[in-house]
């Protein structure tokens, strides 16, 4: 039957098509990105004193750890992975390369690397710190680790660029209904609002 067709094309995509897809998508983008990539590292270097990148463990698909990649966007003595909007004295504390690259999230390009070495995929949900993963080990919330995590996602389109208009429990679900729902269709829309969303103002 028709709905019998679309689940095993759908259990296809998650199963080989996706990792498929997600094994060319970087592979292109490290190799178009490799100059503009070289030229970030360069200027993070001569921007601030520090390394070029920054590396944590992160929880991803299954609670699997793995060693999440970024470039460098904080001062080192700054609590790297905090949301702009939510540091003190944000301004004063970033440069103005830092305040363009984390909110053009320039940061996260070699996340690419994660995403061909299969810890990530292109979509899923954002792969959490060791501590944001243990609060959410409780059953009504353990259901989002069943779904990859991604470089983008559901939750991140859905309000990108209107800092704290989506509740930290309006996300939790939100991870959880792509956990469970997440398809091509479901992909492709999430990576076009991705791709738009860089083009508004905020």
Not at 121 to 142: C, F, K, Q, W
Not at 150 to 161: A, C, D
Not at 169 to 175: A, G, I, P, S, V
Not at 189 to 196: E, M, Q, R, S
Request: hydrophobic share 45%.
């Amino acid at each position: 039957s028709r709905c019998l067709c679309k689940k095993m094309l759908n259990c296809m995509y998650k199963h080989f098509f996706k990792r498929f897809i997600d094994i060319v998508l970087s592979l292109t983008g490290l190799v178009l990105l490799a100059i503009p990539m070289l030229a970030v590292a360069v200027i993070i270097k001569l921007d601030s004193p520090g390394p070029v990148f920054f590396k944590q463990k992160r929880v991803g698909k299954g609670k699997t750890y793995f060693m999440i990649w970024k470039f460098r966007s904080m001062p080192v003595q700054a609590p790297h992975d905090t949301p702009t909007h939510l540091l003190q004295n944000a301004d004063a504390m970033l440069s103005k390369w830092q305040r363009f690259e984390r909110r053009a999230s320039i940061d996260e390009l070699p996340q690419l690397i994660n995403i061909l070495k299969g810890d990530m995929s292109i979509v899923g949900n954002r792969p959490l710190p060791l501590y944001e993963a243990e609060l959410l080990t409780s059953d009504e919330h353990i259901d989002r680790f069943m779904g990859p995590a991604g470089l983008t996602g559901l939750w991140q389109v859905e309000k990108r660029g209107e800092a704290g208009k989506l509740s930290a429990e309006e996300r939790k679900q939100l991870d959880i209904q792509y956990a469970k729902n997440f398809s091509f269709g479901l992909d492709i829309k999430i990576i076009l609002k991705t791709v738009t969303a860089f083009v508004q103002k905020e």
